[in-house]
């Protein structure tokens, strides 16, 4: 059974940090390319960062949060993080878990993060 399950969001204030984690099972982990989106109210859910599956992972990120966000991937754990730093509150969104291998793909539930004074 295939299992998606993030986990670390929250409530912080602005400038704060927070680090969320997807822990995966039910497939090969180190094969696929794991990658964190974001939806925010009545908008639509966008890529925020992407790791590959080889031993280089490489990332990339999207402009909005480059230079503060940092993606990276424990495949001995099956999990990747997201570290999240200098949180501002356009940051709010719901954040989902995503990995991708061919015609495989897999989504989490989601996890709140709320960016508020």
Known sequence: QVRVVESGGGLVQPGGSLRLSCAASGFTF??????????????????????????????????????????????AKNTVYLQMNSLKPEDTA??????????????????????SS
């Open 94 to 115: 719901v954040y989902y878990c995503y990995g991708a291998f061919r015609l495989l793909d897999y989504w989490g539930q989601g996890t709140q993060v709320t960016v």
């Open 30 to 75: 180190s094969k696929f390319a794991m990658s964190w989106y974001r939806q925010a109210p009545g908008k639509e859910r966008e890529l925020v960062a992407r790791i590959t599956s080889d031993v280089v992972g490489s990332t990339n990120y999207a402009d909005s949060v480059k230079g503060r966000f940092t993606i990276s991937r424990d495949n």
